[in-house]
Structures are given as structure tokens and as C-alpha cells.
């Protein structure tokens, strides 16, 4: 599995070095590219429009999404002038010169993108040509990087309800050839839509529907072409079981797009940032469940676009590097059970409920030798079918023996572990476990 990071929010492609640098000083070897920041949605919401009068520039690049000296879009862009990307969707690859070239400089793949969309709640109904447009360029733009993936979201506007199918599926078999030319897998995402000022659920949002729409747009295209996205803030918002969701897509998921929300405003926080009375509001034990169970091994997406922008570039080297553990925590619980797998011989270090729920959970499958405590009135004595030794029991191991500490006081065993002169060291967490038990133990 490998870890992705967005570039909106962090990165501006028109002077992308310091955006990109702070990526790779974080940490990041991968990163996410949103086409549509070269051809926005407020672009194509605007694109013909004639220019109010009285509006200066600031105000145009305002509604833009860009500034007011016009480095992210220009005043022709807005209206679809000579030259725009909106009405010549062959200025992507150019537009995003720079990035790629910054992006190569620093080691930094972009192995999965996303191609230009439309607002959820736009009422034009006059744009899906343009957009499937600005998909094949997306296509050859991705083929010429090298970029292995490409979300492309259904269309919706101007289709009746019923008929979404139909019309999709004669858009995305209208990319294939384009896409196996360019040796780009087209991957399709759950949507959700705005209605009445609120998200309800929306094309691909039922995993069924979803699982069943990349079968037979496989089956007609006689070969794996297109995959799924996750996206975990729309599964948030439309209240989905995101358990469930995994499971029944399975291998069908190439990504997963991690970013927290409230489950009532579409947003794109860091991880656990959105939280109520001490509480996440994005069930993350759910996704972590369901991404186990199918042993999921594609690209996990980190987008904290809305909490990253928010913090001053000064901080931002700072919450990247936050970003990048974050990420590598959910990394890990996905994999935990890789992680056991990859060793011969297991000794936990703690007699307490974190062993307990190891063994209930694992114990069977990945047996310990022993696990041992810091508790001398534990030692020589069994816990859940396990001998409790001494710590120092545990210098008289092979190398290759990995010592899991089972016991919230990681930092303070670690040094410990390591004063002792031992270097295979492992962490297990029971936060997200298959299944809870909750016969805790009494203190001794």
C-alpha cells in the first residue's frame, strides 16, 4: 500500500517549488494531482458567461478561486477568452509544466490524478462535452507523466434520473481506447449531490450500484479498464457504512481518499481533526474493518487540503509532517496483520488488556513465545495462556524475534527496550481491533 498525499491546498502550480519541497521534506513519495485546479469548476460553471459590469479583478479572481495579481487564473480563463484553459482543455499539460518538472526534482511520483469536474450543484446542463474534453486531455497528460490512474466522476447534469447509466456508460467506453493507448486505468468515485442546500446521495454512492457499474463497464470493455475510488468524506456525508461499502467493492478499489468531515459539509481535513464531544465524526473504525478484510494494497490518498491551507506557510512544513504520521497510522492499521505476518517468532512485552485483546484477536494465528512485564509480581506466572517473564528474558532472543509492546506507554518501553540493547521493536494498538472485548481486567 502505498501513501499519497494531495497537492490542493499545499502546492500552487504556478510557482509550485516551495509547495513541493515542503512535500518531500515531510516525508511524501507520492502525490495526488486534481486537474481540475487547471480547469476549476467555477471556470466551467462561468465558461461563456458574459463579465459583470463593475467587477475589478480582485473580484474576479474571487470568484475564480484565484488571486487578485491573476497567477492562478486569468481574466480570459473566467470567461472562456482566447487562450483559457476551460476553452482549450489542451492547456492542461502545459498549465501543470512546472509541477511535473518540480515534482521529478524532488522524487516525487504522481501515480494517480484526477480529471476536471463540474460543481455539485450546478444547473448547466450545457458542459459535458467540454468535460469529456478536458478528460481525454487528462488522459494524455496522465500517459505522458506516467501517472497510472485517473479518477474521472460520472456525469450528471442535464441527464434524467433513471438514465445515468446509459449515458455514463457510453462516456467512459468512449474513453477506453485513449486510456489503453496511454496505459491509464480509469477509475470511477462515489458522488454525492446537493439538494435544497444539503448532501444526499448520488451517482456510484450505492456500493451495489457502484460494484455492479465497474463489472459491466469491464465486461464491455474486454478487460480491466476501469476501478474504483473511495472516497471516504462522500461515505461520511451521505451516512454510509463504510465497512460494508469496502467490503462489497473489494478489489475493485484502487484508492481510497482519506479526509474527515462532518458529515453534513463536504470538507477536506486531516484525519481525526473533526471530532464532537472527544469523538471522530468520520467512522474510521468502519473503513479500517472493511479495508482488512479485503486485504486492500492500492493507493492511499491523504487529502487535508481544508486543514493545511487554513495554517500559515510557516507552519505548513510542521503539519505536513503531522499529515504524513497521520496517514501512516491508518497505513498501519490496515496492514497490521501484514505486519505480523512478516515474522518467524513474536514476544509481547505487557501482561495487560492490550496482550488480552492480542490474543483473542491474533493469538491463535501468530502465537507469542511469552510475553513479559515490568510487574515483578506477574513474573512466573500465566496470562492467557502465555508465561510472564522479566524484561530481561528478553535479551536471550534471536535477532529475528520481534518484541510487540502491548501497553499504551510505547515511548517509555521503547527507550527501555533500547537501553537493553534491543532493536527489533514493534508496536501493536488495539484502538481499531476485528472485533472488541470488554471484560477489562482488574488492577492487580
Known amino acids: 500500500m502505498d501513501i499519497v498525499c494531495s497537492l490542493s491546498g499545499i502546492v500552487n502550480p504556478a510557482v509550485p517549488r516551495q509547495g513541493v519541497g515542503d512535500l518531500a521534506n515531510a516525508g511524501f513519495q507520492n502525490v495526488f494531482l486534481d486537474l481540475g485546479i487547471g480547469c476549476g469548476v467555477h471556470e466551467l460553471e462561468n465558461l461563456g458567461k458574459p ?33 483559457s484553459v476551460a476553452k482549450d482543455p489542451s492547456r492542461l499539460g502545459g498549465y501543470f509544466e512546472k509541477l511535473s518538472l518540480q515534482c521529478q526534482e524532488n522524487h516525487l511520483s ?15 446542463t450545457d458542459l459535458n462535452g467540454h468535460l469529456a474534453r478536458a478528460v481525454r486531455e487528462s488522459i494524455r497528460y496522465c500517459g505522458r507523466i506516467g501517472c497510472r490512474y ?8 442535464g441527464i434524467p434520473y433513471g438514465e445515468e447509466w446509459e449515458a455514463n456508460r457510453e462516456y467512459y467506453l468512449g474513453l477506453t481506447g485513449l486510456a489503453r493507448e496511454n496505459k491509464v ?9 446537493a439538494y435544497n442546500g444539503h448532501m444526499v446521495r448520488g451517482i456510484c454512492s450505492d456500493r451495489r450500484t457502484a460494484a455492479d457499474w465497474v463489472d459491466r463497464l469491464n465486461e464491455a470493455a474486454g478487460e480491466e479498464s476501469f476501478g474504483f475510488c473511495m472516497d471516504v468524506g462522500v461515505c461520511s456525508l451521505c451516512g454510509q457504512d463504510m465497512h460494508g461499502f469496502a467490503s462489497e467493492l473489494g478489489g475493485r478499489i484502487k484508492a481510497v481518499l482519506l479526509r474527515d468531515c462532518d458529515g453534513h459539509q463536504e470538507s477536506s481535513l486531516l484525519p481525526f481533526t473533526c471530532v464532537g464531544n472527544g469523538q471522530p465524526q468520520t467512522d ?3 473503513l479500517i474493518r472493511g479495508l482488512r478484510e479485503i486485504c486492500f494494497d492500492g493507493f492511499m490518498v491523504l487529502d487535508a487540503s481544508g486543514t493545511i491551507g487554513a495554517f500559515s506557510p510557516l507552519l505548513r512544513p510542521q503539519v505536513l509532517a503531522l499529515a504524513k504520521m497521520t496517514a501512516g497510522y491508518l497505513k498501519w492499521q490496515v496492514e497490521i496483520e501484514n505486519v505480523l505476518k512478516r515474522h ?32 515483578r509480581k506477574l513474573w512466573g506466572t500465566s496470562f492467557c495462556g502465555l508465561e510472564v517473564r522479566p524484561p530481561e528474558d528478553l535479551k536471550k532472543l534471536p535477532e529475528e524475534c520481534v518484541v510487540l509492546i502491548c501497553n499504551i506507554y510505547y515511548r517509555e518501553i521503547e527507550s527501555q527496550l533500547r ?22 481486567l482488574k488492577e492487580v
Open 51 to 83: 463579465e459583470r459590469p463593475g467587477w475589478n479583478l480582485a473580484d474576479r479572481a474571487c470568484v475564480m478561486g484565484g488571486t487578485a495579481d491573476g497567477k492562478i487564473f486569468t481574466e480570459e480563463s473566467r470567461t472562456g477568452g482566447e487562450g
Open 110 to 124: 504522481i501515480p494517480i490524478a484526477r480529471a476536471p469536474y463540474l460543481s455539485r450543484d450546478t444547473k448547466r
Open 150 to 157: 485517473l479518477v474521472v466522476r460520472p456525469l450528471f447534469s
Open 185 to 193: 486505468m480509469l477509475l470511477l468515485e462515489n458522488q454525492c449531490r
Open 284 to 286: 474510521w473504525l468502519g
Open 344 to 375: 518467524t517468532s513474536i514476544v509481547l512485552f505487557g501482561a495487560g488488556n492490550m496482550c488480552r485483546n492480542y490474543m483473542k484477536c491474533y493469538g491463535e494465528k501468530y502465537p507469542p513465545l511469552f510475553t513479559c512485564d515490568n510487574n
Open 419 to 440: 537501553e537493553m540493547g534491543i532493536e527489533n521493536i514493534g508496536f501493536f494498538n488495539d484502538e481499531y481491533m476485528p472485533s472488541f472485548h470488554f471484560d477489562r
